[in-house]
Structure formats: C-alpha cells, structure tokens
C-alpha cells in the first residue's frame, strides 16, 4: 500500500516538475522573442546568394545598425510582412550606383558577398541565369522622381532628397542582395528606425547551412 502511495507521489511530483518545466519555457521563450530576438523565415530569394528561400534566420533587436548589417524589417507595403535586406546607407549618407558599383559618400564600398557572375541556384519565378549584381544606375536624387517615392514622401521631404541626395534621418537604404529580384528601397523608399526589427546573427536552418554573423 506504501509502494502504491510512494509510486502515486513520485508521478505527480513528476508531473508537477513537467508542467513547471514547460511554463517557465514557453515565458522565456515569448519574452526573448518579445524583446531580445526575433525569429523569420526567408520567404524568396531576393537575398541569394547569402540566403536562400525557406532558411531560417534569429535576429538582435538591439544590436548597432551598421553598413552592410543584413536586417530583418517590417515590411512598410504589406501588413505583416517581414523583409530580409541589407543596409547599404546610414541616415544622412549619400548613396549612388552605377555600372553595379554603388557609391556611399562618394566611396565605393565592398561588394564581395554579391559573388559576381554567379548564376542563380533557385530557378523558381523564370529568374534562370540572371547576375546579382544586375543592381541597376540610382542616385537617391534619382528615386526622388520616380513614382514609388512620390507616394512615400511628401513634397518637401522629395525636394530635400533631390537636393541633397542623401538618405532622410533615422532611416536606412536597404537592398537585397540579388538586386535583380529584390524589392528594396529603390522602390519602398528608405526604411524608419522603427520599422527595423533586428539583425541578422544566426542562420539555424537547414543545420548544414548553420552560420553565426
């Protein structure tokens, strides 16, 4: 009778330890992905070749935006949608690019993760063959006249980016990395502060592409 009672309070200690167990993981979990990480899945391929569709990437919500930082982002033009993009301009840099060079304060930066002439892997949307690299000729003086920006920002706010060509404060110039495909800030304008979630700092799957950044 002892052995069953003993049996009885063994399960439900177990039990008990289980339940606690579990709580305290889904707390901490909605906690970290509340306000330390956040975790998305890549869905397209406009950031190949350094990330493929389907992978799944953990972000730092308060980590220093910095140039060439990969960033996950709130998507400004589809309500809970998430981009993955790269930054290329920092608020008030000016951002140019010609020949598929881009230019930040009249310097041109490293390109080297754009691998250039490497064809598509994923051949998904009739993109066979097409070069990353196809980043196209802008200046953000340029965007400021084309019609994508014209229903972002105001009249002044153009006018400033046409005579300064400089990106607008506490904001960021994003691109994919396959400028082909990507739909970045050429055309959804330069992404607020706030509407940046974290960067970039693991790629957990699939595990034979596991990278720490």
Same mark, same amino acid.
């Given at each position: 009778?002892?052995?069953?009672?003993?049996?009885?309070?063994?399960?439900?200690?177990?039990?008990?330890?289980?339940?606690?167990?579990? &709580?305290?993981?889904?707390?901490?979990?909605?906690?970290?992905?509340?306000?330390?990480?956040? @975790?998305?899945?890549?869905?397209?391929? $406009?950031?190949?070749?350094t990330?493929?569709?389907?992978e799944?990437?953990?972000?730092?919500?308060?980590?220093?935006?910095?140039?060439?930082?990969?960033?996950?982002? @709130?998507?400004?033009?589809?309500?809970?949608?998430?981009y993955?993009?790269? &930054?290329i301009?920092?608020?008030?840099?000016?951002?140019?690019?010609?020949?598929?060079?881009?230019?930040?304060?009249?310097?041109k &930066?490293d390109?080297?993760y754009l691998?250039?002439?490497?064809?598509?892997?994923?051949?998904?949307?009739?993109?066979?063959?097409?070069?990353?690299?196809?980043t196209?000729?802008? $200046?953000?003086?340029?965007?400021?006249? @084309?019609?994508?920006? @014209?229903? &972002?920002y105001?009249?002044?706010?153009?006018?400033?980016m046409?005579?300064?060509?400089?990106?607008?404060?506490?904001?960021?110039?994003?691109?994919?990395?396959?400028?082909?495909?990507?739909?970045? $800030?050429?055309?959804?304008?330069?992404?607020?502060?706030?509407?940046?979630?974290g960067?970039?700092k693991?790629?957990?799957?699939?595990l034979?592409?596991?990278?720490?950044?």
């Open positions: 009778m002892k052995d069953n009672q003993q049996s009885k309070k063994d399960f439900y200690d177990i039990f008990k330890y289980t339940v606690v167990l579990f &709580i305290a993981f889904v707390v901490i979990n909605f906690l970290l992905t509340k306000f330390v990480i956040v @975790k998305c899945s890549v869905s397209g391929i $406009s950031m190949q070749p990330f493929e569709n389907q799944r990437v953990i972000a730092y919500r308060h980590s220093e935006l910095k140039r060439n930082e990969v960033i996950i982002l @709130k998507a400004p033009d589809e309500p809970k949608a998430f993955i993009k790269r &930054i301009g920092l608020p008030g840099d000016t951002v140019t690019a010609k020949n598929n060079k881009i230019y930040v304060n009249g310097k &930066i390109q080297s691998e250039p002439g490497f064809k598509l892997i994923d051949h998904e949307d009739g993109f066979n063959g097409t070069h990353y690299s196809d196209g000729n802008f $200046s953000i003086r340029s965007l400021a006249t @084309k019609k994508d920006y @014209k229903k &972002i105001t009249a002044t706010q153009l006018n400033l046409r005579k300064t060509n400089k990106v607008p404060k506490d904001s960021y110039f994003v691109l994919g990395d396959h400028r082909s495909v990507s739909k970045d $800030s050429r055309y959804i304008g330069a992404i607020p502060r706030s509407k940046i979630e960067v970039v693991v790629r957990y799957w699939p034979n592409r596991l990278s720490l950044y």
